[in-house]
């Protein structure tokens, strides 16, 4: 299966991921985008409890296929997530009382389209992916630095799974003691420094963040390889020793800048402020 992406709809990131040749889309983003809530997964849990229709096409009790729990790219590396594809959304979303369901699935057709363009050409898949952070706000030094350091991780997941190391939870364990050695901080304190919930770290990492991320895993490859590092303990301590090396760097330059690495910033679009309407009351 390919990594997953980060799809746009209406400034909602929507992570899909390409399974059995079409996409398949992370269900409590569609939500959040479609609805707005908060808690889409909550939201998510009382649409089925009121459509028992929809209950059913869950259990694939229809001819529809059912969700299928596949491998997302998160914060904590590559995890299962339930995903469904655009048949299944479309069945969704007829559930969904909301203004935005229709210019969705518009969203949703054109997404179809442009995929059996990349297939043609793997190139649009970067130029969109690259596109699309662009629209979030980000410098094209920081589009350049995103796609760096996502190639670094591929290459130390590929070690991973070379070595006896599992997709999901272990990739996750991994990741957060390499991101903590060389932070300080685990992945969800990290995120709860942002004010981040259900996105992708690095996705709102400053381009130090970034830079001090893919050290640390650029390191960690390098430290496995050399040992040969294959099954969890070994690779454990591989990762706390090139997060460290991170570590070292960034406390080197936080000596020299005195500013810190480890910021709370993010690239989340500002709140609306809602305005109070209603009668003059001026006597």
Known sequence: MTPSMIALFQEKSIRKTFHQNEWWFVIVDVVAAITDSADPAQYLQRLRSRDEGLVLVFKGGVQIVPPLLLMVDTPGGRQKMQCWNTEGLF????????????PFKL???????????????????????????????RSEKWVQQRMMGQETRN??????????????????????IIHQEWTGLSIKDHKAKKGLKSHNLRDHMSEAELIFTALAELSTRQIAENVQATGMAENKQASKTGGAIAKKARLELESKTGKSVITGANYLPPKKTKTISGKNNAK
């Open 91 to 102: 069945r969704l979303i007829q559930s969904i009382p909301s203004p935005k369901a229709e």
């Open 107 to 137: 969203w949703l057709a054109k997404v179809g389209y442009e995929r059996m363009q990349e297939m043609a050409d793997p190139e649009r898949a970067l130029n969109r992916a690259r596109e699309t952070w662009m629209q979030h706000g």
């Open 155 to 176: 290459k130390l997941t590929d070690y991973w799974k070379d070595h006896n190391i599992r997709e999901g939870e272990e990739f996750a364990i991994l990741t957060n």
